[in-house]
């Protein structure tokens, strides 16, 4: 049975919750029953437990009662943390200095794994078994004038590797569509990632927003005008069919 739909927009996270169990991609960054969140969003749920992030830390709740939640560990990460992304049991930390990885193998004890260093900047970061990919938005509070758009080879988890990057005019959030990468930057910017270290732009949709999920065929962007919803079409890239807007 499907269950309703409901978007969450709260300190520029995106989530995306109520959602046909059945239709999930269970590498998805939640389950989801329990909802999927954008790239930019500071929580993230494996198995009972719930990992968000402040400033400086990962903090662990255990969510077996839910309406109960208990705070079983938080562990210094480092400075001006800011998004949360899960691959499997491998916790990707986006900070305005760099990228962390972590194990959360054992959920209540996360390992730290390996880490690089970037300048300053906004940095949301997502990932599959083998990349990572990291967007690097300078101005403003962000940092240096540097927009970027970097691809690290991930394979072994603890000597993440860069292998590409691309100039962006100002990248924010992300999502992944098959071999495709969605990426929020002056429009929507769609690449071909099937080769990551060589990826190419395949079409752009004109919208505005900074952050984006994909839900099957179902793609949501927010900005700051409005929620978007299009229609995907998995036989070719460039024909998204617009379903709805939402005024904000």
Known sequence: ???????????????????DADSANSDASTSAESGQSGSLARFTILDNHLYT????????????????????????VGFNIETLF??????YIGSRNGMFIYDA??????????????????????A???????TLKGGNQCGIDLNLLEVYDVTDVTNPILISQRNLAGPVGMGFYGDYLFVCDDEVKIFD??????MNL???INTESFDVIIQDNLLILVGELGVYQYALDPN????ETMLSTIAL
């Open 193 to 198: 990632i099937s080769d990551p270290e060589n």
């Open 128 to 134: 599959t078994a083998t990349h990572a990919f990291v």
């Open 53 to 76: 992030v402040d400033f400086l830390n990962l903090n662990v709740f255990d969510i077996n009662d839910v309406e109960n939640p208990i705070l079983v560990n938080s562990v210094n």
């Open 236 to 239: 070719n890239i460039q024909n």
């Open 105 to 126: 193998t054992n959920f209540e004890t996360p390992q730290f794994l390996s880490s690089v260093e970037h300048f300053t900047a906004c940095d949301p970061v997502i």
């Open 202 to 204: 395949v079409h752009a």
């Open 86 to 91: 899960s691959y499997k049991s491998y916790l």
């Open 1 to 19: 049975m499907k269950k309703y739909i409901y978007i969450i927009i709260a300190s520029f996270t995106l989530v995306l919750v109520g959602c």
